[in-house]
């Protein structure tokens, strides 16, 4: 019997990982439930997510959360919604995220994953290695069940972390020795040769950063990467600065840290928001959101002297320690511009090595596959120029690989893996740039109508006794080309067609508003070639 694999996202793109496992004999299993960027931020939508909801009777009862990044952990609010009784299986720091995102007063049933022991979730036997990565938590995992043995590698380095975590080595070997049937390996970095720098040169470099700076710092990073911001906190306090923390994200990752044992910093080095204003400029840190260029977050807020409390001048330093997460260049290029404008110096990792990946780039691919020596290798988690990439890291050892993209099904039997040609996709949810609230996908088809062809307002005012118009129509057009010509055609034509109506049709607001759209929109078709969004209005005078 076969065990069907779905990727309901994270195989051809960025983010929103979720691999659902369906064995033939039931009790479905998903592991992760991310949210990716949108392509649709010039609409407002800032994340999309897998909606669940579409999996119906084929949903899980059990979902592994691998640890606690947006792009595995953020959806699981959806899912939580299409199915109320799915239990969430995770690390003691990933739980403590997970509780916090789905803290609406509702039970949940949640059981810790510890490492280095063996527990069940449906018709599979688990067990977790914690790993170095750039958040507290994360760890890859190892499945036993009646298909074979697969193991998910992804969101881990060989190195230690920026707080010391480690990858047991001996553990992976340990797990090829036993026999690997099918490894599904993370691709995001596939494409690197360059090593990247370890994190004790990270910290160096941050340090020396800090120390040679003139105005004030601004630190921009992941919210949850912790140990970047460690690193840059300890500069501060050696250069004899405070840190300030700006943005939401970072302010809750420091508080759910908290509850979990803190990150050992001097007493006294940490101030909030509120104080920045009062603060000396060279003494102090801002670490700040928004890596990525979000809208609305504190990076971009800065950028354009929006952020309360504090603005680029000359002398102040940017650093950049993150990684760009592909599509997301432009944008943060033209925030660095912003900043330099203002007379601040921008520093990236590709000027000094103040940031490293958490992801495994080609040699720790290389090392990992010698390590579990699999059968089969899927790549996961990245477009298909880096699926692709892996697949061939895999191939020059010999190994059979399986590449698939969202939604294509995957059946994993007897050791082997092949596609099944069936392609099933469970559509997506988008979410305002903010993350929270959940766009109608009619708005967003507003939207993009208003973008791509213009606005034509259509008013005309009335009697409120019901004696019908009482002046002439006007037009206002947004967003689109219309000569004068034009435009006097339209309100001539306009006017004619209401003057043809009965009196008693005069007098009827509604028959007012929708002759006067049909109208328009026919004869903007015919004249201009463009189906702008018509509004028509009459206004009661």
């Known amino acids: ?294 809208p609305g977050s504190a990076f971009s807020r800065l950028a354009v002297d929006l952020l309360t409390g504090l603005r680029l001048r000359a002398g102040d330093t940017v650093l950049h320690a993150a990684r760009i997460i592909p599509g997301n260049e432009r944008r943060l290029a033209q925030l660095f511009d912003h900043c330099v404008r203002r007379g601040a110096r921008v520093v990236t990792s590709a000027e000094a090595p103040i940031h490293a990946s958490g992801h495994p780039h080609r040699s720790e691919l290389e090392r990992l596959l010698d390590l579990t020596r699999p059968k089969v290798v899927v790549p996961v988690h990245g477009r298909r120029r880096n699926l692709e990439a892996v697949a061939d890291i895999a191939r020059r050892r010999g190994i059979t690989t399986s590449v698939a993209e969202n939604g294509e099904e995957l059946a994993w039997h007897g050791g082997q893996v092949i596609t099944t040609g069936e392609v099933r996709q469970v559509g997506r949810i988008l979410l305002d740039d903010v993350g929270e609230d959940v766009l109608d996908p009619a708005v967003l088809h507003h939207r993009r109508s208003l973008a791509r062809e213009g606005l034509v307002v259509a008013v005309l005012p009335c009697s409120c006794t019901g004696q019908g118009p009482v002046g002439e129509p006007q037009l206002h057009v947004s967003g689109m080309p219309l000569s004068p010509a034009v435009r006097d055609h339209l309100l001539a034509g306009l006017a004619g067609e209401l003057a043809r109506a009965g009196a008693l049709a005069r007098r009827d607001p509604e028959w007012l508003r929708s002759t006067m759209s049909r109208w328009l929109r026919s004869e903007l078709r015919r004249r201009t070639r463009r189906r702008p969004v018509v509004v028509a209005l009459v206004v009661e005078l």
Do not use: C
């Not at 800032?46 to 606690?68: K, M, S």
């Not at 003691?92 to 069940?120: F, H, I, V, Y």
């Not at 230690?160 to 026999?179: N, R, V």
């Open 1 to 294: 019997m076969a065990t069907r694999l779905l990727a309901l996202g994270g195989l051809g793109e960025f983010g929103a990982n979720s691999l659902l496992i369906e064995p033939e004999s039931g009790g479905n299993l998903l592991i992760d439930a991310g949210a990716a960027f949108s392509d649709l931020a010039a609409f407002g939508v800032g994340y999309e997510v897998p909606d669940f909801a579409a999996l119906g009777g084929h949903g899980p009862q059990t979902v592994i959360v691998t640890h606690a990044h947006d792009d595995h952990i953020k959806g699981l609010t959806f899912l939580r919604e299409a199915f109320p009784a799915v239990e969430v299986l995770a690390s003691r720091t990933t739980l403590a995220w997970a509780r916090r995102a789905l803290s609406n007063g509702e039970p949940l049933a949640t059981r810790e994953l510890k490492g280095g022991t063996d527990q069940r979730a449906g018709q599979f036997g688990v067990e977790a290695l914690p790993v170095s990565h750039s958040i507290p938590g994360a760890v890859v995992l190892r499945l036993e069940g009646e298909p074979g043995t697969l193991v998910l590698a992804t969101d881990l380095r060989l190195a230690a972390s920026a707080l010391g975590e480690t990858t047991s080595a001996e553990t992976l070997a340990g797990w090829g020795d036993a026999g690997v049937d099918v490894l599904l390996l993370d691709s995001t970095n596939a494409l690197v040769e360059a090593e990247p720098p370890a994190e004790d040169q990270v910290a160096a470099a941050l340090e020396e950063q800090v120390r040679g700076a003139r105005g004030a710092v601004i630190a921009v990073s992941f919210a949850s990467h912790l140990g970047r911001f460690r690193q840059v906190a300890m500069a501060a306090a050696q250069a004899g600065r405070v840190v300030v923390p700006v943005g939401r994200g970072l302010v809750e990752s420091l508080e759910v840290q908290g509850q979990l044992g803190g990150l050992r910093l001097p007493p006294g080095l940490l101030r909030p928001a509120r104080e920045l204003p009062k603060l000396p400029r060279d003494r102090v840190v801002v670490v700040a959101t928004g890596s990525q260029g979000e």
